[in-house]
Nanobody
Framework: QVQLVESGGGLVQAGGSLRLSCAAS????????MGWFRQAPGKERDFVAA????????FYAGSVKGRFAISRDIAKNTMYLQMNSLMPEDTAVYYC?????????????WGQGTQVTVSS
């Protein structure tokens, strides 16, 4: 059983920063790609950023490029999202997700989400 656990959410003022973490566990877990998604109230879940686990190649949504940075610590099976210059429109529940080598095109595993609230 693979588990993804997010942490690091909270309340921050506009212009501030937060760092989210996503710790993956599971005896046979081997990520191919991991990503961050977010869902604001009344909206669909949107892609934020992703990282290819072995190469470290990164991908970003246009709305966060230049402000957010995704990274990973392979030894700790942990992914991070450094969020800078936060804006009220970044307010959402942030989810981490993992795609394994078995199904690389599909995010198979999801975390429970962590709330990020940015006040103006």
């Amino acid at each position: 059983q693979v588990q993804l656990v997010e942490s690091g959410g909270g309340l921050v003022q506009a212009g501030g920063s937060l760092r989210l973490s996503c710790a993956a566990s599971g005896r046979t877990f081997s990520a191919y790609r991991m990503g961050w998604f977010r869902q604001a109230p009344g909206k669909e879940r949107d892609f934020v950023a992703a990282i290819r686990w072995s190469s470290g190649d990164t991908f970003y949504a246009g709305s966060v490029k230049g402000r957010f940075a995704i990274s990973r610590d392979i030894a700790k099976n942990t992914m991070y999202l450094q969020m800078n210059s936060l804006m009220p429109e970044d307010t959402a529940v942030y989810y981490c997700a993992a795609a394994t080598a078995v199904t690389p095109a599909q995010y198979t595993y999801w975390g429970q989400g962590t709330q990020v609230t940015v006040s103006s």
